[in-house]
């Protein structure tokens, strides 16, 4: 072996204010450490039905298709995308950053045909830009839209997205994987018809787990496909069965699901509702001000028009070093931030503060080592 | 919330003597639980690569595109196939069992042509059949073949097939999730061009990753493609940037990588280094024959030809009930074993003894248990 040993016992205890991970609470941690059971073990199944149960409430959703997808956000991106277009399919998808763009790709990849609606990096994009967009592409199947994009920091607002969408018969489908426990987002409300996210955001968790929820129109759309799901491993047909199959024989055994990150998921939305989602929503408003007051009196700016509360993205100071600014946070501080990505690299910075990160400590000490490194 | 609350922090402490997950050694559980990093971040980088390091051991690879996809064992199953198939490609698939039918349809759903080589369930594939099969097709891409049958606890031989399907043109993809780490397995030295495995086996860390490894014929297949791959997620093109894009500047974010699950098999992988993969494998022959010899004392038989030493499949005894014997031995002594699954519902009972499960006193216990249950 090449390599030195490393040791996964003892990485440094970093403060991660970047674009996620975010910190995770050593309740969750704890959790993540229990004893492995099967997957098909009747107290396995009590803790995945009270997992997806609390995800409901997260979601704000009925929707009993709500489950966790066995792997990353982009996962969960994908599950949506597989399953609800096919060949032949037409979706429109808003295109303002790194990851609207890959929903383009996603969405491509199986088979549609997808018509990109653009706004600037940090921009959002205007509900009549997408009423023009479906009078172009009336037969249009889906829309897809990030709610909060984490390369650019901006929030999307989703006011009378669905009552447009809808009326024109075709589905919205949402990325919330940096707002889902940290920002305003009412699936059953908003008439979002499916919606992804991850658990290294504003849930403090681990990443590994992509929690997903389908509502009626998005299975009506999924039974009446003419193709199989081009993924196996995310196909809801058979992930139905498993999730949502009821507690007894009905259950069918489709994939070895993550034990272990099921109990920290567990604990980490245990620990959302015993904050309270609008209380905790409402911290990560306070100390996005907190901190957007601090970055503004040093006379930095924030890039997008309408920022997130999660994820704080702001243009390099003049003459900034970028890799030695963000190296001496972590290596004087143990404070990771996040980098530019796509062709904002070098010129933006982005910090997060998301779930158990976004805390008045954090903004503080953030604040105060920026101004000690800026000088 | 409709569901009672349980709790993650306690589950039973289970035998896992199923066809896995198997039992996690502590030290597993405490890595799990070491701080997150981000996934950028040097030390994480550090970590993983290391981790890689290990995989090629265990492989017995020096292929540099080794590396855990971040998913459970079927994500790797896909992501074998999405990248080195396409429309228009033929495969065939060696099909006598759960995973070999799952094999075919993952690969049919890359747009594949995919011919079924089919033996009984619990019998193996011969040479000579993969021999007629590829006269009959010559312009086979990939030959598909499940190593250690986890539903019918076959063992493969593979002996000659990288001979025969590399003279053909074609490539050899195999399927190790229940032998890595437990029986011998040479990706190199056998001509393996692409090889998926679980982490809950014989690895004996929790489910969540799927190591992954592809030689230099699958790198120019997959150089050669016409078509992007359907998942976006699994893309290797995209993935291998991330994982061997060397110490520097040269890695791309691609998506974030499951951390603590890294951290949990680098911890995993260090205790079969440590062990020696050699006296580990002799282990699990030995642990085999141990519960074999007791089984058969007891009247039960193996229902395979050949069987896999980490998944014992056998033949419920004449008027046993299958359930009500499996949740005794679940409820009175805490340990799990493994139905049958398809065609075997009902009429088998699969032990494993995998990894950290494999021990003399697993063995003796679920003899005891059985026989006393048994009556």
């Given at each position: 072996?090449?390599?030195?040993?490393?040791?996964?016992?003892?990485?440094?205890?970093?403060?991660?204010?970047?674009?996620?991970?975010?910190?995770?609470?050593?309740?969750?941690?704890?959790?993540?450490?229990?004893?492995?059971?099967?997957?098909?073990?009747?107290?396995?199944?009590?803790?995945?039905?009270?997992?997806?149960?609390?995800?409901?409430?997260?979601?704000?959703?009925?929707?009993?298709?709500?489950?966790?997808?066995?792997?990353?956000?982009?996962?969960?991106?994908?599950?949506?995308?597989?399953?609800?277009?096919?060949?032949?399919?037409?979706?429109?998808?808003?295109?303002?950053?790194?990851?609207?763009?890959?929903?383009?790709?996603?969405?491509?990849?199986?088979?549609?045909?997808?018509?990109?609606?653009?706004?600037?990096?940090?921009?959002?994009?205007?509900?009549?830009?997408?009423?023009?967009?479906?009078?172009?592409?009336?037969?249009?199947?889906l829309v897809g839209v990030v709610h909060a994009e984490t390369s650019t920091g901006a929030h999307q607002p989703l006011e009378g997205w669905a009552e447009l969408v809808h009326a024109r018969g075709?589905?919205?489908?949402?990325?919330?994987?940096?707002?889902?426990?940290?920002?305003?987002?009412?699936?059953?409300?908003?008439?979002?018809?499916?919606?992804?996210?991850?658990?290294?955001?504003?849930?403090?968790?681990?990443?590994?787990?992509?929690?997903?929820?389908?509502?009626?129109?998005?299975l009506a759309a999924m039974d009446a496909r003419k193709s199989k799901v081009r993924s196996w491993y995310l196909d809801v047909s058979m992930l139905r069965k498993y999730y949502t199959g009821g507690?007894?024989?009905?259950?069918?055994?489709?994939?070895?699901?993550?034990?272990?990150?099921?109990?920290?998921?567990?604990?980490?939305?245990?620990?959302?509702?015993?904050?309270?989602?609008?209380?905790?929503?409402?911290?990560?408003?306070?100390?996005?001000?907190?901190?957007?007051?601090?970055?503004?009196?040093?006379?930095?700016?924030?890039?997008?028009?309408?920022?997130?509360?999660?994820?704080?993205?702001?243009?390099?100071?003049a003459g900034a070093d970028d890799a030695g600014v963000r190296r001496r946070l972590l290596e004087e501080y143990g404070i990771e931030i996040g980098a530019g990505l796509g062709p904002m690299a070098?010129?933006?910075?982005?910090?997060?503060?998301?779930?158990?990160?976004?805390?008045?400590?954090?903004?503080?000490?953030?604040?105060?080592?920026?101004?000690?490194?800026?000088?």
């Amino acid at each position: 072996m090449d390599h030195p040993p490393a040791s996964p016992y003892l990485p440094a205890e970093r403060i991660l204010l970047g674009p996620g991970p975010s910190p995770v609470p050593q309740r969750v941690l704890r959790a993540l450490a229990a004893p492995t059971l099967g997957h098909l073990d009747p107290q396995y199944l009590a803790i995945m039905d009270h997992t997806c149960a609390m995800l409901r409430e997260v979601f704000r959703t009925k929707n009993p298709l709500t489950f966790p997808v066995s792997g990353t956000g982009m996962a969960g991106m994908e599950c949506v995308a597989v399953n609800l277009l096919e060949p032949g399919d037409e979706a429109i998808v808003c295109v303002n950053g790194v990851f609207g763009t890959r929903m383009k790709d996603v969405m491509e990849r199986c088979g549609a045909t997808v018509h990109a609606v653009e706004a600037a990096w940090g921009d959002v994009i205007a509900l009549e830009q997408i009423r023009a967009a479906l009078d172009a592409h009336p037969h249009t199947k889906l829309v897809g839209v990030v709610h909060a994009e984490t390369s650019t920091g901006a929030h999307q607002p989703l006011e009378g997205w669905a009552e447009l969408v809808h009326a024109r018969g075709a589905l919205l489908a949402v990325d919330a994987v940096t707002s889902l426990g940290g920002h305003e987002l009412r699936v059953d409300d908003w008439g979002i018809d499916a919606v992804y996210s991850g658990t290294q955001k504003c849930l403090s968790c681990p990443p590994g787990l992509s929690p997903v929820s389908f509502g009626p129109r998005a299975l009506a759309a999924m039974d009446a496909r003419k193709s199989k799901v081009r993924s196996w491993y995310l196909d809801v047909s058979m992930l139905r069965k498993y999730y949502t199959g009821g507690g007894g024989g009905g259950r069918v055994y489709h994939h070895t699901a993550p034990i272990n990150m099921t109990y920290a998921l567990h604990e980490a939305l245990t620990i959302v509702l015993e904050e309270g989602l609008d209380a905790r929503i409402e911290r990560h408003a306070q100390m996005h001000r907190r901190l957007r007051a601090g970055l503004e009196a040093m006379g930095l700016r924030y890039i997008p028009q309408r920022s997130l509360h999660s994820l704080n993205c702001i243009g390099l100071p003049a003459g900034a070093d970028d890799a030695g600014v963000r190296r001496r946070l972590l290596e004087e501080y143990g404070i990771e931030i996040g980098a530019g990505l796509g062709p904002m690299a070098g010129k933006a910075w982005r910090i997060g503060l998301m779930g158990h990160g976004s805390t008045v400590r954090n903004v503080d000490l953030v604040l105060t080592a920026l101004r000690t490194i800026l000088g």
